[in-house]
């Protein structure tokens, strides 16, 4: 049984840092992915990491503020924010894949997993 569990979500000011855990379990994948839904939006990809290598990947809106990083012996993967802004706000989803593709890594395909998501509200 697979299982992805985010946790470190909580309410942050402007111009703060938060630090994201995904608790991974259940499987073995290559692409660990990051994704956010903001009130009324769409799902929004954030970042993705190889889980052997650790090649990162980025969307234009966070990079240079956020970092994804994985801890291999505790099959847990991080998303650290710093410099967020009141359009960070949504709630956060860890997802994983079996595959390690570009196009996996640019969040452009269906991932197979999916944790139940964290939410981070940033206030002005």
């Known amino acids: 049984q697979v299982q992805l569990v985010e946790s470190g979500g909580g309410l942050v000011q402007a ?16 692409t660990m992915g990051w994704f956010r839904q903001a009130p009324g939006k769409e799902r929004e990809f954030v970042g993705a990491i190889s889980w052997s290598v650790g090649i990162t990947y980025y969307a234009d809106s ?22 967020l802004k009141p359009e960070d706000t949504a709630v956060y989803y860890c997802a994983a ?5 570009i196009a996996t890594m640019k969040g452009l395909v269906e991932y197979n997993y999916w944790g139940q998501g964290t939410q981070v509200p940033v206030s002005s």
């Open 15 to 30: 111009g703060g840092s938060l630090r994201l855990s995904c608790a991974a379990s259940g499987g073995t994948f290559s």
């Open 62 to 83: 966070v990079k240079g503020r956020f970092t994804i990083s994985r801890d291999n012996a505790k099959n847990t993967v991080y998303l650290q924010m710093v410099s």
């Open 97 to 101: 894949d079996s595959r390690k593709t």
